[in-house]
């Protein structure tokens, strides 16, 4: 699976947007991007995934650059229950005899302020 | 709430004892999966279980032994572990679909904290 490089943190102020950056340069043409996050001392938790187009759901938006070399996890209206480890993974979607290995990074740590 | 608990939540033992780690998911999926997290590491995976069986094992110490025994049911035995071992054990699972893809997104228990003495 491909490597992804995210900083270790950022901040965020409650309320607004939480743009939080991923760069997977070495992605092929058959891995997907998921982000999961991390709220401490709990497991982690299925955010979105995306494969070229972008995404959304209730809980963020997913925008991955045309090239796929990078993308960008949006939580559009930070709260504080926001506040976790977030996780850019890059794998082969599963199917037929693979079940899609999940390999976790440091993550960034995300902290949105009052 | 995500379908997958753990028990116990926090658990103490000695190098000498013997202990058990369980999980169950209520989520109807067939493959099962125990990550360990030590502090400031990242999240490792220890063991899948697809269907029963074994899938893959990333190099981890005979001192844990895992057990399925049926699609809902994952255990980690524990036994003469180091105080090296203590971390977060996180138990996850999933929906394997062998007949279309699926992107196999995975659901997290709340963990096991887990302190060796």
């Known amino acids: 699976d491909a490597k992804t490089t995210q900083p270790p943190s950022m901040d965020c102020a409650e309320g607004r947007a939480a743009n939080l950056p991923c760069n997977h340069s070495?992605?092929?043409?058959?891995?997907?991007v998921y982000w999961y996050r991390q709220i401490h001392s709990q497991g982690p938790q299925y955010i979105i995934h995306?494969?070229?187009n972008n995404e959304t759901n209730e809980m963020a938006s997913l925008i991955i650059t045309e090239d796929r070399k990078s993308s960008t996890l949006i939580l559009p209206h930070a709260t504080l229950r926001d506040t976790a480890v977030y996780y850019c993974?890059?794998?082969?979607?599963?199917?037929?005899?693979?079940?899609?290995?999940?390999?976790f990074g440091q993550g960034t740590i995300l902290t949105v302020h009052p | 709430e995500t379908g997958v608990t753990q028990t116990p939540r926090h658990l103490v033992m000695g190098m000498t004892n013997k202990k058990s780690l369980k999980c169950e998911q209520h989520?109807?999926?067939?493959?099962m999966y125990w990550y360990k997290q030590s502090a400031k590491k990242p999240l490792e995976l220890m063991f899948v279980?697809?269907?029963?069986?074994?899938?893959e094992n990333n190099s981890v110490p005979s001192r844990f032994s895992p057990e399925c025994p049926n699609s809902s049911h994952l255990f980690l035995h524990l036994h003469t572990l180091q105080p090296e071992d203590s971390a977060l054990y996180l138990c996850?699972?999933?929906?394997?679909?062998?007949?279309?893809?699926?992107?196999?997104?995975?659901?997290f228990g709340p963990g096991t904290r887990l302190t060796v003495l």
């Open positions: 996850a699972s999933s929906q394997r679909v062998l007949w279309a893809p699926s992107y196999n997104e995975q659901f």
């Open positions: 070495t992605i092929s043409g058959n891995e997907y």
């Open positions: 995306g494969l070229k």
């Open positions: 993974i890059v794998r082969v979607r599963a199917g037929g005899t693979s079940y899609g290995k999940l390999t």
């Open positions: 989520l109807g999926h067939n493959a």
């Open positions: 279980y697809s269907l029963e069986e074994r899938v």
